[in-house]
């Protein structure tokens, strides 16, 4: 199965809005017990998170993974950091590119795949303001087209 396909369970919008996402990694992620229940219930928000590289390793931070709600007392903290499992060389490759000036480390999805989590991170360079109109114009216009051919296909 090819990366970023499976059972989607939350997906960062807003991160393809603000970012030009360069390059994508499949990592999975280093959970306690409740987290992976929550997450097979949907109960996770991307919104605001972001991956930063410490001693070697990748860590995510800001991912909310709401409480389990048959979790009772060995609930998990809901935006504690976690984990990410990556091979040496991926963390290599993003060390290097991640030094240089706008680039960030973004997740993009979070998904099941052969029963266990996965999130898709990006390597990304921020936008600026008239990047982002810019690909709103385009986005417009191509749906104006799109219209415009339904409604000939529709009149025929």
Avoid: W
Wanted: aromatic residues 6%; charged residues 35%.
């Amino acid at each position: 199965m090819p990366k970023g396909e499976g059972k989607l369970i939350a997906q960062n919008k807003k991160a393809r809005h603000d970012f030009s996402v360069e390059e994508t990694y499949e990592a999975g992620l280093v959970l306690q017990g409740t987290e992976i229940k929550a997450i097979r219930a949907g109960r996770v928000n991307l919104k605001d998170s972001f991956a930063r590289i410490r001693n070697g390793e990748v860590f995510v931070h800001n991912m909310h993974i709401s409480p389990y709600e048959q979790g009772n007392r060995y609930n998990h903290e809901p935006l504690r950091t976690r984990k990410l499992l990556l091979h040496r060389s991926q963390i290599n490759k993003l060390i290097g590119e991640s030094k240089e000036a706008g680039y960030s480390i973004v997740p993009l999805k979070l998904y099941i795949k052969n029963g266990v989590a996965k999130l898709l991170i990006g390597l990304a360079r921020g936008k600026k303001k008239y990047d982002k109109r810019e690909d709103l114009k385009r986005k417009e216009a191509n749906r104006s087209i799109q219209r415009e051919l339904a409604q000939r296909q529709k009149g025929m």
